[in-house]
């Protein structure tokens, strides 16, 4: 079984879908024959490297609400993420352009590290304030994940892997895909956004059946 999951590593729903299928696929009887694919998607692909002011401050302006209302939904998407045993610290978040960090997963990726480094660096931006967009900053993480911090930069400072992400966004188009997460499995069935645990484990069985 194939499972793709299209995704931001500033998308704070991903991040929650992300331990909510973890929990369903250790539950799986056929968990290890689960073939996982991290693809890329760009919630913001024209955002700055580094954005100026404050998460809560772009999020009003960018959806019209007032400051307050902003800090209400990062709120509640901390509570939920806590209910999910992950600890968001979105008030010190340091938001910006995720392609360098796409590139660099997909490196990782080609060394069988794929899995570890979307961890590490979806970790780093919502609980330890990661600047994203900032390679330096990227590629001082990459040990954590079994990279080299020459390597990363050399990596993040080509465009190596660029034909990767634009790749993951044309297969997104394709599939119709608008928001992230999204979840594909086996080019067949579909599941969006962060479902419960129970959600994504009767859609692992009913892939099975339909195998």
């Not at 634009?166 to 992230?180: L, M, P, Q, S, T």
Request: with cysteine.
């Amino acid at each position: 079984m194939q499972v793709e999951i299209w995704s931001d590593v500033i998308c704070p729903w991903c991040y929650i879908g992300k331990r909510h299928f973890e929990q369903a696929l250790a539950g799986f009887v056929h968990g290890d024959k689960v073939n996982v694919i991290w693809r890329s998607f760009e919630l913001d692909p024209d955002a700055p490297h580094q954005r100026e002011g404050t998460l809560q401050e772009y999020l009003a302006k960018k959806y019209r609400v007032s400051l307050e209302e902003a800090a209400a939904m990062n709120e509640r998407v901390t509570s939920v993420a806590k209910e999910a045993g992950l600890e968001y610290r979105l008030a010190a978040a340091r938001p910006g352009n995720t392609f360098d960090a796409h590139r660099l997963l997909h490196f990782a990726a080609s060394r069988q590290l794929g899995d570890r480094a979307t961890e590490r660096i979806m970790h780093a931006y919502f609980s330890e304030s990661l600047p994203v967009g900032d390679r330096a900053a990227l590629a001082h993480l990459a040990p954590e994940f079994g990279i080299a911090e020459t390597d990363a930069l050399a990596l993040l400072e080509s465009s190596e892997y660029s034909d990767r992400v634009r790749a993951d966004e044309a297969r997104a188009e394709e599939f119709g895909i608008k928001g992230v997460p999204f979840f594909v499995i086996d080019e067949k069935i579909g599941v969006s956004g962060a479902q419960p645990v129970d959600t994504f484990t009767k859609v692992l069985q009913q892939a099975t059946q339909a195998a």
